[in-house]
Structure formats: C-alpha cells, structure tokens
C-alpha cells in the first residue's frame, strides 16, 4: 500500500501529516512512503531524515498523487479552501485521500470530492472512544492551542505572570480567566499555572469542575440549569440564546477582574457563541488581553476579527490563525500519530478494509464511490438517509 505525503499549499501552514520517526511502524507493516519534496522542511523535517526513514522522495506533486494510493495531509480539500482545489484534478477514482476537511463547516464543497470517487476520510469525524484516542486530532490540535494561547497572552500583556518578591515590592500575580475547560481549556489552565498566575475556569459542563481543580484552578460557580450540557462524545452543547444572556450577565464582573481571558468555545460545523461582549470588553483594565481560539468560527469576543490583533477600549484582542502552525514540530509528531493509528486501522494485511461495521471508520468516511456517505454530512447538505443508514437506524430502534 502507497501512502504520498504532499506538502501543504495553505498560506502560512508548516505542519507535515507524517513525521520521519512514525515511518518504520508503518514500513514494517508494508506501507510504501512516497514524500514531495521539502514537505516536512518547515516542521524542522528534512529530505535526508525521510531517506533515513525509509521514505522516497518524489519531486512533482503531480506524480505523487498518481502513485499513492493513499494521500495524507494536513489539509485536505475544505480546510485548504484557497489551494485545495488544485489537488481536485490529480484525484483519481479508488483513491483514498485523509486528513482535516472541515465537513460540517465547509459541507458544500463535499460533493466536489465524492465527484472525483475517492474515499474521503476526515480526522474531525474521528469518534471520541477511549479505542479511538490516538487519532484524535481534535484533542491533540487543542493541547498545543490552549498552551501556546498563554504564551501569546503573557508576551503582550503589560504585566508579568508570577508573583515576585523584590527589594523593590512585591508584584502581585497575574489574574487569568479561562473559558471552556475542554482540552485546548485545560491546557491554557496548566500552562498559566505554570506561569504563576492565578486561573480562574468556567465551563458549562459541571463535570470538568474536578478537572480544572486538579490543575491549580479555582472553577468559577455560576447558579444556572447546566442539567444536559454535555453531548455524547463530550463537547458542550449549543446553547440557548436565554442561558447564553444570563451566562454573560453572570461573567461581567469575572472578566472585569481579570488581566487575560482566553476562549475556546467552538462548536464544530457552527459559528462561535458570544460569551465575551463589548460591555465586559469596556468593563476591563487598560492592557489587558484576551486571546480567542474560536476566532475561526467568528469568535467567542464579540470584538474578535480572525487572524488579527485589534486594540479596543485599551484591551488587546487576539484572534489567532492557524495557532498549532506556529509550533510545527511538536503539532506534526502529534498529528503523525494520529494519521498512522488510523492508517493501521483501515489496512489490514496491505489491503484497504474500510469496515463499515468499525465506529470509527463509519464516523470518519465521508465520501465513497462517488457517493457522500457521512450521515451528518448528508444532513446539512438536505440529502436523504443512504438506504443502508436508514436500514441500520430502523433495526436501532
């Protein structure tokens, strides 16, 4: 079995779908690694060290893709919407193509790929299962986030984090507020821990309440119905414009307080919810910074411009691109890991198996045989229940 690793044509992304180090697990169990050339430079990633691996070094992306068998990226067609298009043409029908796809967020362009007949598999879908933790994108992505949204925030505020004791006087320690205490939340709580400062977490979800304490938090009680508020995979749910307004009226005097808040609300496939407003943004000290990691999806701040840093009302707001691109090394191992797990999982014996029957695989697979075969997917894009689906629904019930 043929796997290609291209490099990524999005602006700016430096991260590589597999690492040298990950290569030998998947050799010794037969895969081919074609690498393009300088695919894995910008991680910190030579030819040499692919060669070294194993890999074969193609030149031209054109024949990569019409070698492998499978194609693993970063960014596939629908998170790579400026240059994705041009890998259209140099998909050919059987071909296996994975990687992140925003497929609830960009679910129309997904009948340009079930066009091209390849099998889509998109990393977001991975189901969250303890069986399925090591192809978990998501979680792996939001560690590295929740980390480097400290340090974004603690290089441009005008305060350090610890306290210090000098013979000058004492520096009181910085006052951070997190919100949502997901993976990427727990990681901003740590990682300011770290720091010295003092963290403050909320999350609509009372379960993560233990969690954020065995981190050095205080979790900030807010007298609301959060009876229901977890999904069966672990995300918050999307909430009503009625807890949303009591949320806000609840948090005003926290994020007053407070010297950095960082958020990390995303609803996948949905635009952002505004948990921060003007009015708090006003309500806060001259210097003070927030940091928003839902700024793709519009923004938990309701003053966020993605990809930007905007000064208002004397309060830096920070809407990062592509924040786990900045740290390409660690961000490329990790995601690694998670490609060659699943890669593992859909090939048995050097053939492709895309069981049906494997939760994780019928999560994942969105296109198939010309077909769009993702039942959330369908959904959104107004198309029927696929006979099979409807079958297995009714036998369910």
């Known amino acids: 079995m043929i796997v290609g690793v291209p490099t990524e044509l999005y602006p700016g992304e430096r991260r590589v779908a ?3 180090d ?3 697990s998947l050799t010794k169990k037969g895969f081919e690694i074609l690498v393009q050339a300088g695919a894995g ?7 040499d060290a692919y060669k070294a691996k194993g890999a074969t070094i193609v030149a031209d992306r054109g024949e990569l893709f019409a070698k492998a068998e499978i194609i693993v990226q970063v960014r596939a067609y629908g998170a790579e919407q400026r240059n994705g298009a041009e890998d259209l043409p140099r998909m050919r029908e059987g071909q296996v193509v994975i990687g992140t796809t925003d497929p609830l967020g960009e679910a129309a362009l997904t009948p340009e790929i079930a066009d091209r007949k390849v099998s889509l598999l998109s990393m977001e879908l991975i189901p969250r299962i303890t069986r399925a933790q090591a192809m978990d994108v998501l979680s792996s992505m939001a560690s590295i986030a929740g980390y480097k949204a400290v340090l974004l925030a603690a290089s441009s505020l005008p305060k350090m984090f610890p306290m210090m004791m000098t013979a000058a ?12 205490a997901g993976v990427a939340g727990l990681n901003a709580i740590a990682t300011a821990k770290r720091l010295g400062a003092i963290v403050h977490a909320y999350d609509v979800r009372p379960a993560v309440k233990e969690q954020v304490m065995s981190l050095g938090g205080k979790f900030v009680e807010i007298e609301l119905d959060t009876t229901e508020m977890q999904d069966s995979g672990g995300y918050a749910k999307e909430q009503s414009e009625e807890f949303i ?12 307080e407070s010297d950095v808040v960082i958020t990390t609300a995303a609803i996948p496939g949905k635009r952002s919810p505004i948990l921060v407003t003007e009015e708090m943004v006003k309500g806060m000290n001259p210097g003070s910074v927030i940091v928003d990691l839902a700024s793709e999806r519009g923004g938990n701040c309701e003053l966020t411009k993605h990809g930007e840093t905007v000064v208002a009302h004397g309060v830096t707001i920070i809407g990062p691109e592509n924040i786990n691109s900045t740290v390409p090394y660690h961000a490329s191992q990790m995601y690694s890991k998670n490609i060659a797990t699943l890669l593992l999982l859909i090939v048995k014996e050097g053939k492709l198996n895309l069981d049906m029957s494997d939760e994780i695989i019928r999560d994942c697979l969105v296109t198939r045989g010309g077909e769009i075969v993702q039942p ?8 029927p229940a696929l006979a099979e689906t409807a079958d297995s629904e009714k036998k369910e019930a």
């Open 18 to 20: 597999l690492i040298p």
């Open 22 to 24: 990950v290569l030998p």
């Open 41 to 47: 430079y910008s991680a910190g990633f030579t030819d």
């Open 169 to 180: 006087g004492t520096i009181a320690p910085a006052k951070v507020f997190v919100l949502g």
């Open 245 to 256: 307004r009591k949320q806000r009226e609840m948090m005003l005097k926290i994020v007053a």
């Open 376 to 383: 959330r997917v369908r959904d959104i894009l107004g198309l």
